[in-house]
């Protein structure tokens, strides 16, 4: 593992207690980070501290991405845990169960677009203004290749990444003069217990259009994820890194 210095950094991972935000967390700590890790489950969280075992360094906190009240409640608590919040890492989502658009009960499509896309608006609404404040911070939001391409079958979740790209650029523009960074990563499959779901059908097509013939790994997703959280990433915002093992084509 590559150091990054994120000695004296504090930030939030949400979703940060299993999968890809678990590995996220897990790299930031290494890299001298303390983090929050936001997330519905009490269970998953405990079970994440104490694997982590990284003492003051890690906080939870059981939110509900989907309710703004509570997401600002969450900010305004961390930031005063911390004494202030350098990055946020939106990267809590569903999938939701596969289905044609016509056949897609309306209930499935509004439970994904609540947590993958207004989860992350909530979040960035919420911890902003303490960014603003040390005119400093990072933001990083874990969209899809499937918010690039759309895939079939999953339209709920396309579009709900679509949205996380397009609420970066948007959000990333208006932070360019303020300190505040705001990327997003568009993974491919990447192995992780989301998948559990997913069809296999749906896994294996999505496999079948990655030239790299392979999952993506949860470490790769970290590393990525911070390098974009560290002050070396001083002149890239507003914009989209590819992680699809060269599926992406744009």
Request: proline share 3%; net charge negative; glycine share 10%.
């Amino acid at each position: 593992m590559n150091s990054l210095d994120l000695n004296g950094k504090s930030g939030i991972v949400t979703g940060g207690a299993s999968g890809i935000g678990f590995g996220i967390t897990q790299r930031m700590l290494a890299s001298g980070a303390k983090v929050a890790i936001w997330d519905r489950s009490v269970e998953n969280m405990n079970r994440a501290e104490e694997e982590l075992n990284a003492g003051d360094s890690i906080r939870t906190v059981q939110v509900e991405l989907t309710d703004p009240s509570d997401v600002k409640k969450a900010a305004d608590e961390t930031n005063e845990a911390f004494g202030s919040i350098e990055f946020l890492v939106n990267c809590a989502g569903i999938a939701g169960t596969n289905a044609k658009v016509w056949e897609l009960e309306p209930e499935q499509w509004t439970s994904v677009i609540d947590v993958n896309l207004n989860g992350v608006f909530f979040c960035c609404n919420a911890v902003v203004p303490h960014m603003l404040k040390n005119k400093y911070g990072r933001i990083v939001n874990i969209a899809s290749i499937a918010g690039k391409e759309g895939n079939p079958t999953a339209s709920h979740y396309s579009a709900s990444k679509a949205g996380v790209i397009g609420l970066t650029k948007s959000l990333g523009k208006e932070l360019a003069q303020e300190g505040v960074i705001v990327n997003t990563v568009t993974p491919a499959v990447i192995q992780t217990p989301i998948l559990e779901q997913v069809e296999q059908y749906h896994i294996d097509y999505m496999l079948s259009k990655i030239p790299m013939g392979r999952f993506g790994e949860v470490n790769e997703a970290a590393a990525m994820v911070a390098w974009l959280c560290s002050d070396d990433c001083s002149f890239t915002t507003a914009s989209v890194f590819d992680l699809s093992g060269g599926r992406a084509t744009y």
